[in-house]
């Protein structure tokens, strides 16, 4: 057996190359990644991992997965606690943004998007990971219709809502300011809770 970086125990062979591969991306990142490569840095070569994952698209969207679901799960949690939560609206959507904006989850945010970038040039090898994407309005569709918004109200303003905050990861990615960031945030958050009542 084999534990990955003390955060659980692996016991079968994908598994433990699924954790390899994540530690490999969350350090190194996916521009210039190979199978080869991969191979190299997890003691297995590039026909393996075409056994077990299929192509790089698809190890490289589990490896994503795996690393926001172990490494950074508040990131999942928040997004949970929104759709069944009783909390007020805009609190609850605090509490994701300060999930999301966690600086702790920044080295997965800049993962997430290089490898979404790539996913949007190669669709059909990353449409498993699309999914899972376009999955993350779920939750904030789900609560916006329990406070009283129709079902294609509540989806577009969940669209509106994951699209602002997707903006906003990207500028606490590159910004010197992440106060300025939380202020914008916070502003924005108040006008779309005001037009959701």
Same mark, same amino acid.
């Given at each position: 057996?084999? /534990?990955?970086?003390?955060?659980?125990?692996?016991?079968?062979?994908?598994?433990?190359?699924?954790?390899?591969?994540?530690?490999?991306?969350?350090?190194?990142?996916?521009? /210039?990644?190979?199978?080869?490569?991969?191979?190299? +840095?997890?003691?297995? *070569? *590039?026909?393996?991992?075409?056994?077990?994952?299929? /192509?790089?698209?698809?190890?490289?969207?589990?490896?994503?997965?795996?690393?926001?679901?172990?490494?950074?799960?508040?990131?999942?949690?928040?997004?949970?606690?929104?759709?069944?939560?009783?909390?007020?609206?805009?609190?609850?959507?605090?509490?994701?943004?300060?999930?999301?904006?966690?600086?702790?989850?920044?080295?997965?945010?800049?993962?997430?998007?290089?490898?979404?970038?790539?996913?949007?040039?190669?669709?059909?090898?990353?449409?498993?990971?699309?999914?899972?994407?376009?999955?993350?309005?779920?939750?904030?569709?789900?609560?916006?219709?329990?406070?009283?918004? /129709?079902?294609?109200?509540?989806?577009?303003?969940?669209?509106?809502?994951?699209?602002?905050?997707?903006?906003?990861?990207?500028?606490?990615?590159?910004?010197?300011?992440?106060?300025?960031?939380?202020?914008?945030? +916070?502003?924005?958050?108040? +006008?779309?809770?005001?037009?959701?009542?």
């Amino acid at each position: 057996m084999v /534990s990955w970086r003390g955060y659980g125990v692996v016991v079968d062979e994908r598994d433990r190359l699924l954790h390899l591969v994540a530690d490999h991306v969350l350090d190194h990142g996916v521009t /210039s990644l190979t199978l080869r490569g991969l191979g190299r +840095a997890t003691g297995s *070569n *590039n026909r393996m991992l075409l056994y077990y994952f299929g /192509s790089k698209e698809a190890l490289v969207g589990e490896a994503l997965r795996c690393v926001g679901r172990e490494r950074f799960p508040t990131f999942e949690f928040a997004w949970g606690r929104l759709a069944g939560g009783d909390e007020p609206l805009r609190t609850a959507l605090q509490h994701v943004w300060e999930a999301i904006a966690d600086p702790a989850n920044l080295d997965f945010c800049r993962l997430f998007f290089e490898v979404f970038g790539q996913a949007a040039r190669a669709r059909e090898g990353y449409g498993e990971l699309l999914d899972d994407i376009a999955g993350w309005q779920r939750p904030a569709a789900a609560r916006l219709r329990r406070e009283g918004l /129709s079902p294609a109200a509540a989806q577009a303003r969940a669209t509106e809502l994951v699209a602002l905050w997707r903006g906003l990861q990207m500028t606490l990615i590159m910004t010197a300011d992440p106060a300025h960031v939380h202020r914008v945030q +916070a502003e924005a958050l108040d +006008a779309f809770c005001a037009r959701c009542r």
